[in-house]
C-alpha cells in the first residue's frame, strides 16, 4: 500500500473512531442529548460536505435519495441514543460488528456463497456478539446494545445504497442535506427534553465536520487505491482505536468478556475477509464507503 494511502487510510479510521469518543463525552460529560446532538451533527456534516463539494468546481448532478437520507438518518440517531447507555469501545464494536454482518448477510442474499473456513469465522464473529451481550455484570444494557446494532444494519443498508454512486463525496453531501429535515423530524417526539451547551454542542460540531464530513472525503480519498478486502480490514482498527480513547479518556473499564468479545468478532472477520480475498471480487475490488 502506498504510504500516502496509507496515512490517509490512518487519519479516516481516527476520524471514524473520533465519532464515538465524540458523541460519548458529549453525553455524558455535557448536558446535551441524544436528539439534540444528532441534529447538530447532521446539519454540520452537511454544511462541511456541501462546502467540500462546492470547493472541486466540478459539474455534477445530484447523486443523493431519500432512501439513503433515511438510513442515514437512523444511523445517526440511533448511535446518539445507544451511546447515552453504552462505553465506547462496547459501542463501536458493536456498530462494526452489525455493519460487517449486514453486509455480509446481504452478499449471502445476493447468491454469494462462503466456504468453510468463511463460514467458521462468521460464526465466531456472530458468537462474539453473542457473548458480548449475555447476562452479567460486565454486560451492557441490552436495550441500547440493540440500539446500536439497529445502528450499525442502517449504516449498511447506507452503504449498499451508495455502492454504486459514481461521486461518492457529492451523494454523501446529497444525503446529508436531505437528512436535516429528517433529523429535525426525528427530534420532535424529545422536543420537551432537548438540551445543550456549548461544550456539547462543540463536540457535535466537530462529530459532523471533522469526524464525519472530512473523515468521509479523506476516506473517499483512500478507497481509489484500496481493493475491497483492504478497505474492509482496516476498518477492523475502528472498534479497538474506539476502546483505547474510551479507556484513556473517559475511563472506562476494560474487562475478560469485553476482551474475548472483541478477539471473537474481528478475529472472525479477519477469517471471512482473508477467505473472501482468495475469490475473484464481483465488483472490481472496490467497496462501498463503510466507514462511520
Not at 48 to 60: E, F, N
Not at 65 to 71: C, H, M
Not at 85 to 111: E, K, P
Amino acid at each position: 500500500m502506498p504510504l500516502p494511502t496509507l496515512l490517509l487510510a490512518a487519519l479516516a479510521m481516527l476520524a471514524f473512531a473520533g465519532n464515538s469518543v465524540l458523541c460519548r463525552l458529549a453525553l455524558t460529560e455535557t448536558r446535551t442529548d441524544a436528539a439534540s446532538f444528532t441534529v447538530i451533527r447532521i446539519v454540520s456534516g452537511a454544511l462541511l460536505l456541501w462546502l467540500l463539494v462546492y470547493l472541486r468546481k466540478r459539474d455534477r448532478q445530484k447523486s443523493g435519495n431519500w432512501a439513503g437520507a433515511l438510513a442515514l438518518t437512523l444511523y445517526a440517531a440511533a448511535f446518539s441514543f445507544a451511546y447515552v447507555r453504552l462505553d465506547t469501545g462496547i459501542g463501536a464494536l458493536l456498530l462494526f460488528g452489525a455493519v460487517q454482518l449486514s453486509m455480509l448477510l446481504y452478499g449471502l442474499i445476493r447468491g454469494e456463497r462462503l466456504g468453510p473456513a468463511a463460514t467458521s469465522g462468521l460464526v465466531l464473529a456472530i458468537a462474539g456478539v453473542i457473548v458480548l451481550l449475555l447476562p452479567g455484570g460486565s454486560a451492557p444494557p441490552m436495550g441500547s446494545a440493540l440500539v446500536m446494532l439497529l445502528s450499525g444494519v442502517a449504516w449498511g443498508v447506507y452503504s449498499l445504497l451508495g455502492k454504486t454512486a459514481a461521486d461518492p463525496l457529492g451523494a454523501t453531501a446529497d444525503n446529508f442535506v436531505r437528512a436535516i429535515p429528517l433529523a429535525l423530524l426525528s427530534a420532535l417526539p424529545f422536543l420537551d427534553d432537548l438540551r445543550w451547551d456549548a461544550t456539547g454542542a462543540l463536540y457535535a460540531v466537530l462529530s459532523g465536520t471533522i469526524a464525519s464530513g472530512l473523515g468521509y472525503a479523506i476516506w473517499y480519498s483512500a478507497l481509489r487505491n484500496l481493493g475491497s478486502i483492504q478497505a474492509a480490514s482496516i476498518q477492523l482498527s475502528v472498534p479497538i482505536l474506539a476502546a483505547v480513547a474510551g479507556i484513556m479518556l473517559l475511563d472506562e473499564p476494560l474487562t475478560p468478556r469485553i476482551l474475548l468479545a472483541t478477539v471473537a468478532v474481528i478475529g472472525g472477520l479477519i477469517i471471512v475477509l482473508r477467505t473472501r480475498a482468495l475469490k475473484p471480487s464481483p465488483d472490481g475490488g472496490k467497496v462501498p464507503p463503510a466507514g462511520r
